[in-house]
């Protein structure tokens, strides 16, 4: 039987197999995973109200506590950032899309006057963007 250790070890050599085979997994699946997503949204929301409820949401978080929280979001910095230099085109096509609707909610908006109605230029443009609300995404 192996020690914890030869497993920990195996396990740590292994990755960059796992790795080649988890975007493989991804690369070759036939599945709508958005649509399976949504089909699964009612099961995902029973299941965290029960974690929640039945008091494995709070153990499983107070478990490690905030030292373990810091120690292993540092470790995966990495990540972090390679994840948000990959999302420069998705930032860059909803920047063009929120700024586009500002400018066009200022094009519209009522002339500057008082505080009274500079207070309601600033309402306006914010129920005009509020009204966008789900259409300035990236997509």
Do not use: C, F
Not at 53 to 72: E, N
């Amino acid at each position: 039987m192996k020690t914890p250790q030869q497993a920990a070890a195996n396990w740590q050599g292994s990755s960059g197999k796992a790795t080649t085979e988890y975007v493989a997994g991804v690369q070759n699946t036939q599945k709508d995973q958005a649509a399976l997503a949504v089909a699964a949204g009612a099961r995902y929301i029973q299941g965290v109200q029960e974690a929640y409820s039945s008091g494995r949401w709070a153990s499983g978080i107070q478990r490690g506590g905030t030292a373990y929280w810091k120690s292993q979001t540092e470790k995966k910095s990495v990540n972090y950032g390679a994840g948000y230099a990959a999302g420069v085109s998705n930032y860059t096509a909803a920047a063009q899309k929120v700024m586009s609707a500002i400018a066009q909610g200022v094009a519209n908006l009522p002339p500057r006057g008082d505080i009274n109605q500079n207070l309601q230029r600033s309402a306006s443009l914010a129920t005009y963007l509020h009204g966008l609300k789900g259409q300035l995404g990236a997509r």
